[in-house]
């Protein structure tokens, strides 16, 4: 991976800001869930529409990727294994050989770099790149246009707002917030994490019945537990989540 560092002298997660008054609070605030026809393995959200990776293997390089057109699933030709979408609304893809993709117009861009995860918002993608940068886990990037800038830190899974803000989860569940050029601690432990809208979602760590974990919604100060499972979330703009459960269900908030 071309990497640009960032002159930042922080190495790892564990020299962070801390926010020590923030929790989870519960009883669960109001939620319903809508159906959504389909299967899959990963959703993603971004500018007027969802995608996904379905549940049927398109390829040595993944899942099949699909684009919702408002009714029903389109297939779009490739395969992967996590997917992001911009707030323009292009797809980026990681194959099951950490190739980074890009679309653009009816095909996909190669983009440089070896990836595990991505995410995009606001200013351009992130990744996890495919080396590990301590025990919280993969090394962070961000996207300068023509090259991965190396972030000081680790982690296993990530999301950006709008902004271009990043948020992470480490190896042990643990949150971050980017702020400037540090990480702010955010109380909580979660495995999986979108941002969109208002804020960001959590999959927490205990699990919320057998479609997964439990659903968390962040309310500037504290995680609200949302009703319902998943194993993975997205979030648009709007703020307006969509899940998938541990048999591949899409449920969305109507």
Same mark, same amino acid.
């Given at each position: 991976?071309?990497?640009?560092?960032?002159?930042?002298?922080?190495?790892?997660?564990?020299?962070?800001?801390?926010?020590?008054?923030?929790?989870?609070?519960?009883?669960?605030?109001?939620?319903?869930?809508?159906?959504?026809?389909?299967?899959?393995?990963?959703?993603?959200?971004?500018?007027?529409?969802?995608?996904?990776?379905?549940? $049927?293997?398109?390829? /040595? &390089? !993944?899942? %099949?990727?699909? *684009?919702?057109? @408002? +009714? =029903?699933? #389109?297939?779009?030709?490739?395969?992967?294994?996590?997917?992001?979408?911009?707030?323009?609304?292009?797809?980026?893809?990681?194959?099951?050989?950490?190739?980074?993709?890009?679309?653009?117009?009816?095909?996909?861009?190669?983009?440089?770099?070896?990836?595990?995860?991505?995410?995009?918002?606001?200013?351009?993608?992130?990744?996890?790149?495919? $080396?590990?940068?301590? /025990? &919280? !886990?993969? %090394?962070?990037? *961000?996207?300068? @246009? +023509? =090259?991965? #800038?190396?972030?000081?830190?680790?982690?296993?899974?990530?999301?950006?707002?709008?902004?271009?803000?990043?948020?992470?989860?480490?190896?042990?569940?643990?949150?971050?917030?980017?702020?400037?050029?540090?990480?702010?601690?955010?109380?909580?432990?979660?495995?999986?994490?979108?941002?969109?809208?208002?804020?960001?979602?959590?999959?927490?760590? $205990?699990?919320?019945? /057998? &479609? !997964?974990? %439990?659903?968390? *919604?962040?309310? @500037? +100060? =504290?995680? #609200?537990?949302?009703?319902?499972?998943?194993?993975?979330?997205?979030?648009?703009?709007?703020?307006?989540?969509?899940?998938?459960?541990?048999?591949?269900?899409?449920?969305?908030?109507?």
């Amino acid at each position: 991976m071309k990497v640009k560092k960032l002159g930042l002298g922080l190495s790892t997660l564990a020299a962070l800001s801390v926010f020590t008054n923030l929790a989870f609070s519960l009883p669960a605030v109001a939620q319903t869930w809508q159906r959504v026809p389909g299967c899959a393995k990963k959703i993603a959200l971004g500018g007027a529409g969802a995608w996904v990776l379905g549940c $049927a293997k398109g390829g /040595s &390089g !993944g899942y %099949q990727i699909f *684009s919702w057109n @408002g +009714s =029903a699933w #389109d297939l779009v030709p490739g395969a992967a294994v996590d997917i992001a979408v911009d707030s323009s609304g292009t797809p980026w893809v990681v194959s099951t050989g950490g190739e980074i993709f890009q679309r653009s117009g009816n095909s996909w861009q190669r983009v440089a770099g070896c990836a595990k995860k991505i995410a995009a918002g606001g200013a351009g993608p992130w990744v996890l790149g495919c $080396a590990k940068g301590g /025990s &919280g !886990g993969y %090394q962070i990037f *961000s996207w300068n @246009g +023509s =090259a991965w #800038d190396l972030v000081p830190g680790a982690a296993v899974d990530i999301a950006v707002d709008s902004s271009g803000s990043p948020w992470v989860v480490s190896t042990g569940g643990e949150i971050f917030q980017r702020s400037g050029d540090s990480w702010q601690r955010v109380a909580g432990c979660a495995k999986k994490i979108a941002v969109g809208g208002a804020g960001p979602w959590v999959l927490g760590c $205990a699990k919320g019945g /057998s &479609g !997964g974990y %439990q659903i968390f *919604s962040w309310n @500037g +100060s =504290a995680w #609200d537990l949302v009703p319902g499972a998943a194993v993975e979330i997205a979030v648009d703009s709007s703020g307006s989540p969509w899940v998938v459960s541990t048999g591949g269900e899409i449920f969305r908030a109507p």
